[in-house]
């Protein structure tokens, strides 16, 4: 579950520091507020929703410019590994409300009924965004297969 919650935490604050820190107020959270639960079945979601909320915090108290630099992965030998680091480089670049669906998505295989719920937008919102956020993607990795990836 820790490890769930990251995912997603990376997709909205970038920094490792900061979504270590928005793992543990989440699950401090959801320990203290556990009661709140109304059904147990939606535990993902509601837990998933502390955390964006946290995330949010976060980036509002430190918003800042991050240089692609500070989050590409180091390269390896592998071009799997290449090809691994590209998509999350190109992901990272998406404005956070793109790099959340998607990580939901794709990441966390959540349903667009479950995303919709976690983040309280319409269907139709989450399916707009998935929509943009390929295209930009797509667009984002031919740019950096001719060497030009560029933070938008």
Same mark, same amino acid.
């Given at each position: 579950?820790?490890?769930?919650?990251?995912?997603?935490?990376?997709?909205?604050?970038?920094?490792?520091?900061?979504?270590?820190?928005?793992?543990?107020?989440?699950?401090?959270?959801?320990?203290?507020?556990?009661?709140?639960?109304? !059904?147990?079945?939606?535990?993902?979601?509601?837990?998933?929703?502390?955390?964006?909320?946290?995330?949010?915090?976060?980036?509002?108290?430190?918003?800042?410019?991050?240089?692609?630099?500070?989050?590409?992965?180091?390269?390896?030998?592998?071009?799997?590994?290449?090809?691994?680091?590209?998509?999350?480089?190109?992901?990272?670049?998406? !404005?956070?409300?793109?790099?959340?669906?998607?990580?939901?998505?794709?990441?966390?295989?959540?349903?667009?009924?479950?995303?919709?719920?976690?983040?309280?937008?319409?269907?139709?919102?989450?399916?707009?965004?998935?929509?943009?956020?390929?295209?930009?993607?797509?667009?984002?990795?031919?740019?950096?297969? !001719?060497?030009?990836?560029?933070? !938008?």
């Amino acid at each position: 579950m820790e490890a769930s919650l990251y995912k997603v935490s990376k997709a909205i604050l970038i920094s490792d520091s900061e979504c270590l820190d928005a793992v543990q107020e989440t699950i401090l959270n959801a320990y203290t507020n556990i009661s709140q639960l109304r !059904e147990p079945k939606y535990f993902k979601t509601w837990i998933t929703r502390i955390l964006i909320n946290e995330c949010n915090k976060i980036r509002k108290v430190q918003t800042r410019i991050v240089q692609m630099d500070d989050y590409l992965e180091p390269t390896t030998v592998s071009e799997q590994t290449d090809a691994i680091v590209d998509v999350q480089s190109a992901i990272n670049c998406l !404005e956070p409300d793109l790099r959340t669906v998607i990580t939901l998505y794709y990441y966390e295989d959540l349903s667009i009924k479950e995303i919709a719920t976690i983040l309280d937008i319409a269907s139709g919102t989450v399916k707009s965004r998935l929509n943009r956020a390929r295209t930009k993607l797509g667009g984002l990795l031919n740019n950096h297969a !001719e060497g030009r990836l560029i933070h !938008e």
